[in-house]
């Protein structure tokens, strides 16, 4: 059944040192207020699984809590690099991490895997790719009744997974509208899956029962959380802020720049924020 909270009570109670977790979203919906309170908490020696890296993993990264990334293209989505993500590759800065990169088709495969409770995905890719010659975690194997060659991955079972979706019933199920990604894969392979939302509502009972949805019992907490999308955009609720990723490209190429930012936007306020900069837009 799922808990109501509040994000520092949901975050504080399911993620830990050492923990892989997953934060969800795609295009939409990219669970930015989730990853700020866990670098309020300073939640550290993370392995982070993502289809497509962006600004949250930069930041993330860039606060030192990540030791490991697992991930397809990662970028600041229609800007350019993940400039702390990078810096950590090649100089080490805030410190080392590991990266295990994927094809988009092989994360959503091993995600799905991973929601069967499958040890791994295996699936027609990476023919003639030059990924496999630098990930070891990508395998051939021969399909026993055709004889076809296939690639094998192995499945994402992350302890925790945050999204972020439109509405939750009072009752704990979650509405995700519009693009949707990996996020309900994402939620049933991880052991623990905490959703913010913008809105709590009683009931789900106007909408058309194909929308995508998430029963309560698959999710273990849900907090309400307006604008815990910003700066990507919830479909139905807010629009993509444009400026913030364009000005992020210039935050994150500093590192005392990055710093003053974190402290003053991220450390130093609470989940709140979000909601008040989402009324501005």
């Given at each position: 059944m799922a808990k109501f909270q509040s994000l520092k009570e949901a975050v504080a109670e399911n993620l830990r040192d050492g923990d892989t977790v997953a934060f969800e979203g795609f295009t939409h919906l990219?669970?930015?207020a989730a990853a700020h309170e866990v670098i309020r908490q300073g939640i550290k020696d993370l392995t982070l699984i993502r289809m497509t890296p962006d600004i949250i993993y930069d930041q993330l990264i860039g606060m030192g809590l990540a030791r490991k990334v697992v991930f397809s293209y990662a970028g600041n989505p229609g800007v350019g690099l993940l400039r702390r993500m990078r810096d950590a590759i090649e100089n080490k800065w805030p410190r080392a991490i590991e990266t295990v990169e994927h094809s988009h088709a092989a994360m959503a495969n091993a995600y799905e895997a991973g929601a069967a409770g499958l040890p791994c995905a295996v699936f027609r890719g990476y023919r003639g790719a030059g990924l496999k010659d630098v990930n070891p975690a990508i395998k051939n194997v021969v399909c026993p009744f055709t004889g076809e060659e296939l690639a094998a991955v192995p499945a994402h079972r992350p302890d925790v997974t945050f999204i972020h979706a439109q509405r939750a019933s009072r009752r704990g199920d979650i509405l995700i509208e519009g693009i949707v990604g990996v996020q309900?894969?994402?939620?049933?392979?991880?052991?623990?899956?905490?959703?913010?939302?913008?809105?709590?509502?009683?009931?789900f009972d106007d909408l058309h029962p194909n929308l995508c949805v998430l029963p309560h019992w698959t999710v273990t907490a849900v907090v309400e959380v307006?604008?815990?999308?910003?700066?990507?955009?919830?479909?139905?609720y807010y629009s993509r802020d444009n400026a913030s990723y364009l000005?992020?490209?210039k935050i994150s190429a500093d590192r005392d720049l990055f710093t003053q930012w974190m402290q003053k936007n991220v450390l130093d306020v609470g989940p709140d924020v979000f909601a008040a900069r989402v009324k501005g837009l």
């Open positions: 990219i669970p930015h309900k894969e994402a939620v049933l392979a991880a052991k623990r899956a905490i959703v913010t939302v913008e809105e709590i509502v009683e009931d307006p604008g815990g999308a910003h700066p990507s955009y919830t479909h139905g000005e992020w490209d």
